[in-house]
């Protein structure tokens, strides 16, 4: 690789729950931001674009910002890279390696992790690839701890997803516990009753549908005050595909065994 006197750096940070002490804030987004800018202007750089992916593992490369970062190298518009510190980069032994060690010197790119001491235009770089092996079993190793806590709150009772099942409310006192949303569970005793009565699911479906009762995705986003993103879903949910699961497409589906 050419050494190059002018460069117009990319500033890459990275934040996600894999980091325990995410909250803290050497590891704040704002602090990443503010220790690159930082450093490109001690050394009298010019800064591209400043790239930023919250809330993304380093375990995965297809994150946003990531991938408009390597656009943006394909088009130009940066020719250096800086992250924090390898980890920032990425968690996944092999394929940061191949960033660092092939991609980025084959688009040219010079790349620093600076609390590492990495930088590709140093012959130096030998201890990278251990941190690298590091960086990965410490994303793999939080990932145990997570799931196992997971699995002992399950076994507790707790509720452990985002999103609760369609007439149910997270309780405002414990988030962990569900209480009947009895705005939805009218409906859902609704449908069991026509169920019992002998209607058939494609029917149930199709009253639910003409007297415009909103899906449990839909009646979901309502509740939140917020903009259903699949706009087919504005009414009652959608066309009965299969009875063996909820289908919370634009038009009811019914769900049973």
Known sequence: MKAQHTYDAALYCRLSRDDNNGSAESMSISN?????????KEKGWNIGEVYVDDGFSGTTFERPDFQRM??????????????????????????????????????????????????????????????????EMYAKDISKKVRSSRVM??????????KPPYGYIKSPQDRY????????????????????????????????????????RAYHYSQMGKVNPNRNESNAGAVLQSC??????????????
């Not at 990443?32 to 490109?40: A, N, P």
């Not at 390597?70 to 980069?89: E, F, P, Q, Y």
Request: proline letters at 4%; aromatic letters at 12%; one cysteine or more.
């Open 32 to 40: 990443q931001r503010q220790l690159l800018e930082s450093y490109v």
């Open 70 to 135: 390597v656009g943006d190298i394909h088009k130009g518009k940066v020719n250096m890279v800086i992250t924090k510190d390898l980890s920032r980069l990425g968690r996944n032994y092999v394929t940061t390696g191949q960033y660092t060690d092939f991609l980025f010197p084959e688009w040219g790119v010079r790349y620093i992790a600076i609390n590492d001491n990495f930088d590709s235009d140093n012959m130096d770089n030998d201890i990278a690839p251990f941190k690298n092996i590091l960086n």
């Open 153 to 162: 709150s399950a076994k507790q009772g707790k509720f452990m997803g985002s």
């Open 177 to 216: 516990k569900l209480v009947v949303d009895e705005q939805a569970a009218k409906i859902v005793r609704r449908i069991f009753t026509l169920f019992s009565d002998g209607d058939s699911a494609r029917h149930i479906s199709s009253i639910l549908n003409n007297e415009g009762i909103p899906c449990p």
């Open 244 to 257: 063996s699961y909820w289908q919370t497409g634009p038009i009811w589906g019914i769900w049973y065994k």
